[in-house]
Structures are given as C-alpha cells and as structure tokens.
C-alpha cells in the first residue's frame, strides 16, 4: 500500500501549473490565447422567487477549491498570474461570500466583483479567450466566437483521466471522510433506524449539508434495494422480524472532488448474508486483477463470470457459468456497468474518449449501461461496484424466457425481501497494481 501525502499546500503549486498547460495547450490549439471559465449561476425555479441548490462547473473547480461562489470566472492567459474574478455582492438578503483564504490563494490574482458586469469591464479582449460554461447565452451577448469549442473540451476531458497528487490527495480524503459516514450508516441500521435516519445520520457524520454531497444519497432497505437509482427516505422504522437489508451508496466532496462509495448489509445471517460476502470477494479478485494496458471493458466481462460462479454455486441457477455469460443471463442479476471514472463529478467524463481529439468508443452493446471502455493506465481514478440484484421487472422477464427453467424460483422468492447487494470502493491505478482508496483506511478511522 503506498501512503498517499494529503498535505494539499505543498502539492497544489504543481497541480495548478499542470492544468495550466492542459488548458493553455487545448486553448492554442483552438487559436486562442486563453481561456475565461465561468463558476455557474443560480437557477430560479418555475414562478417562485427560490433558486435550485447551485452546482459549480466543474472546470471551474479544476483549478480551485471554491465551489459556492455563483456568477464567478477564472481567466487565464499565458505568462500571467491566473486571476479570479470573486463574486461578492451587497446584498442585505444573503450573507455575502467570505473573503478566499486558505492554502491556494497566494496563487492567484483575485479581483472582487459586484456584478457579472464588473467581470466583463475586466476580461478584455474576447476574441483571445475560449469560453468554458453553462451561460452560453452570457457569452454570445459578450461577443465570445469560441464557447464550449468541442475539440478544446475534448482535449481538456480526455486529460481528467489522469490524476496529478494533489487531486489524489482530495480523492483520499474524500474517502476518508466518506467512511466515517458509512460507518454510521451501518450502526444506524444496525438500531433499526429509518431510510430518513440513516440518511441523517451519514450526513452528519461526514458535516455535510445534503447538496454538498457529490450526489444524493441513495439509503434503501429491504426490497428498495433492488431499485439502482432509488430515490426516496421513508420514515418506516422496520421491525426487527421484517428488517433485513441496508444499501448505501452515498459520496463526499472535499476540496471539490468526490468520493462514491457503496456498502450493502444483511440484518441477519443466511443466505442473502453469504451472497454479500461471496460478492465482496469476487470484488476484491477483480480488483487483484486490475493492470496497467488492460481494457475496463474485460474486466466488466470478467466480473459477469464471477457473479456466474456465485449464482451456480448458491444453487440460483442451474448452469454452467460460462453459459450464463455467453446467454447474457447474468444481466438480469446485474444490469448497470462495472464503474466509471471519478474525480471532479461522480461520473467523471471520458469514459467512452479514445484520445485527445475525441473518438469516442461505445458502450459494448451486450453492456450498454457500462460508462468506461477506456484502456487502463497509470494514474487514473476509477470505482468498481458489482451488484447482485432481485428487481421483479428483469426477473419476471427472465422467468418467461428460454432460460427461465434454469432458475432456482424457490430461493429467488425467498430472496425478495432483500432487495440486492451493491459493494463499491474507488481505485488508483499505478504500474505496480492498484491502491484503494477506499478500503485501505477502513480499519485506520473511528
């Protein structure tokens, strides 16, 4: 295991030099000579007077760590200081944002603004400047002939694939801190608490408010397991003869990186309980398995065959694994793909990217929900989270096709309750294997 530095003061001077020349290369390419990337706006919702929670662009948090900040810009232009246009409005409605302070700051030159009007009297000359942003319309009326240009996007995307240590270093102690909320989850449920509670529980542990989270939670127990993207928190205290099973897939953000992270707990032993562990190991082996020059493609294909080895030796169903594979069977037990990339946003972009200029790769069409075909190489960033699901709708299809006289019925049935299992941790790939970033301070934390 190697022990990644999360001293962030030290190592941010080298991750903002590196994406500097990411931006400026892509920026040059495009015949600019920099680039204006703009934090995002609040969004008003239909005839009300109150805003949506805001999420930052995430190019704007490439280069630093402030993502509450709306209606603000980054500029950046070669052999200059990169500048921050700072919104901080008077306004007697809304605290107004804090003056930057932390480790980052001495980096750049930062200007205040009033207004989005300020930042235009500051930037210049638009027809030197890409712009990177959600306000297309902003840009147009500032007379920008470059804005959210495909190949300079492409050339910045396919980039965030590879981590410098300080975004490793965010990445880390966003697990870190999302395991502390796991833990608590896991206590919570143990105590016969609520989907709500449990909810409550994670986000407080972790002292997050629920829109800081790189994305909402998904807390389900018993059948609501079965359900990939619920999205609820029933108040239901469960008794303890009908409380059988707790998903949480739930993240963290720190320093504007997320941590995404899934655990799965059966209340009782049995079967659902070994299925969990049998599960767990077939994980941790895919992980083992990981190497530099490999396709993350194989590797969903791989974790097929292991939960085709898990499904025949539980006695679920009656044939050979490779049989399941090759009939697709097992995708009525595991119908998302193996993970995705990670780091700025949840599901990282680039997963279908097959270089700088673009190409995408798609999905394989027996996997279509699979969201990274990439080659695996050094220093990317990614999660691996197989599942094993009850969901009636696949089952039921299955049950009326071909294959159904293979499925042992009788112990499906008996496996509804609990809904299905999803185990997911983040991983760092180097030369020498992976490191998980998740698991490898597990035991370490209270």
């Known amino acids: 295991m190697v022990q990644l530095s999360t001293d962030l003061e030290a190592l941010y001077p080298e991750h903002i030099e590196q994406v500097k020349r990411h931006y400026l290369e892509a920026a040059t390419q495009s015949g600019k000579e920099g680039v204006l990337i703009a934090s995002g706006s609040l969004k008003t919702a239909f005839l009300d007077d109150h805003t949506y929670p805001f999420k930052v662009n995430p ?13 603000s810009f980054v500029l950046i232009r070669e052999n200059e200081k990169p500048q921050l246009l700072y919104h901080q409005p008077e306004d007697y409605w809304h605290m107004k944002p804090k003056d930057p302070e932390g480790y980052w700051v001495d980096h750049w030159n930062i200007q205040s603004i009033g207004d989005i009007t300020d930042a235009h009297n500051l930037i210049g000359d638009v027809n030197t400047l890409a712009f990177i942003g959600e306000e297309t319309k902003l840009a147009e009326n500032w007379k920008f002939n470059s804005i959210n240009e495909e190949a300079l996007l492409n ?11 300080y975004e490793l270093a ?11 909320g796991h833990q608590a989850a896991e206590q919570a449920f143990k105590e016969g608490l609520s989907e709500f509670d449990i909810q409550h529980a994670y986000l407080s542990a972790i002292e997050h408010r629920e829109q800081q989270a790189p994305y909402s939670g998904i807390v389900a127990l018993n059948e609501h397991c ?24 739930a993240g963290a953000d720190q320093h504007g990186y997320a941590a995404d992270i899934t655990r799965t707990y059966a209340y009782r032993d049995g079967l659902f309980a070994e299925l969990i562990q049998q599960l767990d190991e077939a994980q941790l082996a895919i992980i083992n398995a990981i190497k530099v020059g490999m396709n993350y493609a194989e590797l969903n294909e791989e974790m097929h065959l292991k939960l085709a080895r898990i499904l025949q030796s539980t006695n679920l169903v009656n044939m050979s694994p490779e049989a399941m594979v090759e009939t697709n069977l097992t995708f009525n037990f595991l119908p ?13 972009v680039a ?16 996997y279509p929900a699979l969201r990274l075909v990439r ?7 990614f999660t691996i989270e197989p599942g094993l699901y009850f969901i009636p709708s696949l089952l039921q299809n299955l049950r009326q096709s071909a294959l159904g006289n293979n499925v042992n019925w009788h112990l499906i049935e008996s496996l509804m309750p609990c809904g299905g299992i999803r185990i997911e941790d983040n991983l760092l790939v180097t030369a020498s294997g992976c490191e998980n970033l998740t698991r490898d301070n597990w035991p370490k934390l209270p």
Not at 155 to 165: G, L, M, V, W
Not at 336 to 348: A, K, M, S, V
């Open 226 to 249: 079965a359900v990939l993207h619920y999205q609820h928190y029933e108040f239901i205290r469960h008794s303890e003869s009908n409380r059988h099973s707790l998903l949480i897939d």
């Open 155 to 165: 050339s910045i995307h396919y980039e965030r694939a590879y981590k410098t240590e």
């Open 375 to 381: 080659p695996i190489e050094d220093n990317q960033v």
């Open 336 to 348: 998302h793909g193996l993970g995705h990339f990670l780091g700025l946003q949840t599901h990282d």
């Open 170 to 180: 965010c990445l880390q102690l966003a697990n870190n801190q999302a395991v502390i």
């Open 59 to 71: 190019h704007f948090k490439a280069w630093l760590p402030v993502t509450d900040v709306n209606d």
């Open 351 to 366: 997963g279908f990217q097959q270089a700088k200029s673009g190409g995408d790769l798609p999905a394989p069409e027996k």
